[in-house]
């Protein structure tokens, strides 16, 4: 795909202890694409993710965000995101159900109209039906222009202009949708 690059990972390697997340991974996400990220947990995809944000820097290797350090806040003002994990407030948000949550963050993560979009496992917990409805807002914001960069363990819902398969710690296929 020939878009502007708006994030990417240059060689990264990422170490938590003894315990190696990411091996000298390298891949970008451009302008206009939806890149599905699929592999089993401990593959390294939410730390990828994490490297994108800031959350965590890269033992080797570059991260970036639009062609800047996924620090900065002009960079950071422009990406909308949705991790596997999330404290709000308890109240109401505490009384929602899981489904009812994962729909909650994906409101605030869509909210403002970010240029990129990072979804980490954004359908655990929903119904088919609002399966359904994320991945109808999903296609819409990337036929708007917006990139969209998420994982998941479920190979149906890799839907994808881009797919990359993982495989603990390392990238084993990466190639355009059929």
């Not at 979009?117 to 655990?124: I, K, N, R």
């Amino acid at each position: 795909m020939n878009g502007e690059c708006l994030a990417e990972l240059s060689g990264v390697s990422k170490r938590f202890g003894n315990i190696v997340a990411l091996d000298g991974l390298s891949m970008d996400v451009r302008r206009g694409e939806l890149l599905a990220v699929l592999g089993p947990n401990g593959a390294g995809k939410t730390t990828a993710i994490s490297l994108l944000l800031g959350l965590h820097q890269p033992d080797k290797g570059k991260a970036s965000l639009f062609r800047q350090p996924p620090q900065c806040l002009d960079a950071r003002r422009r990406v909308g995101v949705m991790m596997q994990e999330v404290t709000l407030a308890e109240r109401p948000y505490g009384k929602l159900s899981a489904g009812q949550k994962r729909q909650a963050q994906f409101a605030v993560a869509i909210c403002g109209r970010p240029k990129l979009l990072f979804l980490d496992e954004p359908t655990v917990g929903l119904d088919q039906q609002a399966r359904a409805m994320m991945w109808d807002i999903l296609r819409t914001v990337v036929s708007q222009g917006s990139s969209i960069v998420l994982t998941t363990h479920y190979l149906e819902e890799a839907q994808a202009q881009q797919t990359a398969w993982w495989s603990w710690l390392r990238v084993v296929s990466s190639h355009p949708a059929r």
